[in-house]
């Protein structure tokens, strides 16, 4: 078979739904890793393995730096296994405390590393932005290798290094990597420079697909062979014990765990640690060998991550009330603050509240550090671009914000208490520019229906298995008009239903669902998934939206 064509057993459906998103060719579709552009065209790279391999050879003290969210906390995994396989000995890490350093590499943090005397700083997925911090590791003596994947501002930090695709002059053609997927290219890099082929940096790949999912950085072609290739080696039991522990903590079987597993199972119980406790309970997790010793840990991120999601729906009932008021005083960007919300839950607040509402929406808690300052964290919808609004507000506002980074759809700030009315109205006259009544407009995207002889659980395995699904390659989900033969409801939130099209019968069920009225026939928005209750070749349902037909 050509490299080109679609498998003549490939579900027709599957070929359609890969088409509907730009993918003319099963390779195309399913990439490999062949695809992978080569790691010379990342700026700086050759300065950045330089140092790395300096440190190596003459054992210094390499100290990484991570992030305090799932993609930080994987690509310091990465780093610190990849480095050891490298040969480096003398090697340490640190993750910031939210509430004390602040974000990424701060001079507070720079301060508590003197005692540990880095020799070399590697920052992962963080320090495009961390000018002060890296000026004071600078002026510390030590030496600074930025690898990151955010967007730069107008300058660049005074670092040794930066390897970011995404850094003025870069060529590399692929600019959504994760912080764990750049790091994953320099480690391929040093490799080639030292000579060492049979060092084994595809075992790290089960930790570059989950940090590349739980980032949500658009899943172009270098992103799906990423992620596809983590994914084999997890399904064939290829998986380190951390990621193994929170996947059966989660309920999850991971000889089909799929990226949607890692989205919605995996990521959000290491999150948790960074969101109310340390991140290091979940680097620890990562990169623990011992079995029993990663069981513990998954069961403590479990744990957290429990109280995350009680804590998290608290914030959205309130947040759910500022929004309101903010859409009554006609705001196009939410800007919520409340005193009682926790910085480290308000980046899901702000998904949840931008998905109800479709509107971008910054939220806002005390920093934690200072009473002065606010935590932000913004998500915003396709057609304005979160980043580049903050760029705007703080160019024509100079000081009003005193730090920001991020990307399109998501970014994060820090902002004086005093100012926010200010920002606000900022973001306003923003909003009033850019959001155009097309943007504003919500709509839900489907692939269409399904006939009754598709609607199998051969086509609800090829769905599961036949792509990597996420930002910019969404899952397949379809639309419908049913027949309502029976519906209940279950714990008075979630929705089970019996329905009928062309005089097959199927089970459908809706988790949260809007308390409305079903009527006799509805119009559903649905993944075709198995039937893991019932068993066997069932499937049903999961429904995403209903409305009357």
Not at 151 to 160: F, T, Y
């Amino acid at each position: 078979m050509q490299t080109g064509a679609w498998p003549t057993a490939l579900p027709k459906v599957l070929t359609r739904i890969h088409a509907a998103r730009g993918s003319s060719s099963f390779s195309e579709a399913m990439p490999k890793l062949d695809v992978m552009p080569h790691f010379s065209l990342l700026k700086d790279i050759d300065p950045a393995v330089s140092l790395l391999q300096t440190a190596i050879q003459e054992d210094r003290h390499i100290v990484v730096t991570a992030d305090f969210d799932c993609d930080g906390a994987t690509a310091c995994a990465v780093a610190m296994r990849g480095l050891r396989l490298l040969g480096a000995k003398h090697l340490s890490y640190a993750v910031p405390d939210r509430a004390i350093h602040g974000y990424g590499l701060t001079p507070a943090l720079v301060d508590e590393l003197r005692p540990m005397r880095p020799d070399l700083i590697v920052t992962v997925d963080h320090g495009i932005a961390c000018f002060d911090g890296v000026r004071a590791a600078k002026n510390a003596g030590w030496q600074v290798l930025v690898t990151d994947h955010h967007l730069p501002g107008d300058r660049l930090p005074c670092a040794d290094a930066i390897v970011n695709p995404n850094q003025p002059d870069d060529v590399f053609p692929s600019k959504a990597l994760a912080g764990v997927g750049v790091m994953f290219y320099v480690l391929l890099a040093l490799r080639s420079r030292m000579a060492l082929p049979s060092v084994e940096l595809t075992a790290l790949l089960d930790l570059v697909a989950i940090g590349t999912v739980a980032d949500m950085v658009r899943l172009d072609p270098l992103n799906r062979a990423l992620v596809q290739a983590g994914l084999n080696r997890i399904r064939a039991g290829k998986v380190h014990a951390g990621i193994a522990a929170i996947a059966a903590v989660a309920g999850r079987d991971l000889s089909s765990l799929t990226s949607a597993d890692i989205g919605f199972s995996i990521a959000p119980r290491i999150n948790a640690a960074g969101r109310l406790e340390d991140m290091r309970v979940g680097i620890e997790c990562l990169m623990a060998d011992s079995r029993a010793v990663a069981e513990q840990l998954a069961g403590t991120l479990d744990v957290i991550n429990r109280e995350r999601r009680d804590l998290q729906q608290a914030m959205i009932a309130s947040g759910d009330v500022l929004a309101e008021r903010a859409h009554d005083e006609d705001a196009l960007v939410l800007c919520l603050q409340d005193a009682d919300w926790h910085a480290g839950v308000i980046g899901l607040v702000a998904s949840k509240l931008k998905d109800k509402t479709h509107r971008p929406v910054v939220a806002f808690a005390p920093s934690g550090n200072d009473d002065d300052m606010l935590r932000g964290s913004a998500r915003s919808i396709p057609g304005f671009h979160m980043r580049d609004a903050l760029a705007w507000v703080d160019a024509k506002n100079p000081g009003m914000i005193e730090r920001f980074g991020g990307h399109a759809m998501a970014a994060g700030l820090s902002l004086p208490v005093a100012h926010f009315d200010e920002f606000n109205r900022a973001m306003q006259s923003v909003g009033q520019v850019w959001l155009t009544p097309s943007i504003l407009e919500a709509f839900i995207e489907s692939d269409g229906p399904l006939t009754p002889q598709e609607m199998s659980a051969g086509t609800a395995v090829a769905l599961r298995d036949g792509g990597v699904w996420g930002q910019a390659y969404p899952e397949p989900q379809f639309d419908d008009v049913f027949e309502v033969l029976e519906s209940r409801w279950l714990k008075e939130k979630h929705l089970r239903m019996k329905v009928r099209k062309d005089g097959c019968v199927f089970s459908a069920i809706q988790f949260n669902a809007p308390q409305r009225e079903t009527g006799e026939r509805v119009r559903l928005v649905y993944q075709l998934v198995l039937d893991d209750w019932r068993g066997g070749d069932a499937v049903q349902l999961m429904v995403r939206h209903r409305q009357p037909a």
